[in-house]
């Protein structure tokens, strides 16, 4: 079945930076487009940020664009999303999930991990 676990989340202060992780399994991860999402209690659950199956194509939020930089490794079934000059409204749980092999805007019924806690305070 279908597994996504992430990781890498963390305390880090206002400007700090993260790298998360996600490592699947259970299906060809180097067709899928896979998605990174957070919820907050502020804003709820929202995409952030989208990627191409070889990778080549990606796309962010506006609030993430220039600071956070998706990323996956198709030798290593992994998922990746580099965080720089985080601001506390990026703090949220953050998710990936897997999408189709199709592009499709991104749906909360599709399956994703358990999530990581990134807390963004000084």
């Known amino acids: 079945q279908v597994q996504l676990v992430e990781s890498g989340g963390g305390l880090v202060q206002p400007g700090g930076s993260l790298t998360l992780s996600c490592a699947t399994s259970?299906?060809?991860?180097?067709?899928?487009?896979m998605y990174w999402v957070r919820q907050s209690p502020e804003k709820g659950l929202e995409w952030v940020s989208t990627i191409t199956p070889g990778g080549g194509g990606t796309y962010y939020q506006d609030s993430v664009k220039g600071r956070f930089t998706i990323s996956r490794d198709n030798a290593k079934n992994t998922l990746y999303l580099q965080m720089n000059s985080l601001k506390s409204e990026d703090a949220a749980v953050y998710y990936c999930?897997?999408?189709?092999?199709?592009?499709?805007?991104?749906?909360?019924?599709?399956?994703r991990g358990q999530g990581t806690q990134v807390t963004v305070s000084s």
């Open positions: 999930a897997k999408g189709h092999t199709y592009n499709s805007a991104w749906s909360p019924a599709w399956p």
């Open positions: 259970g299906f060809t991860f180097s067709t899928n487009w």
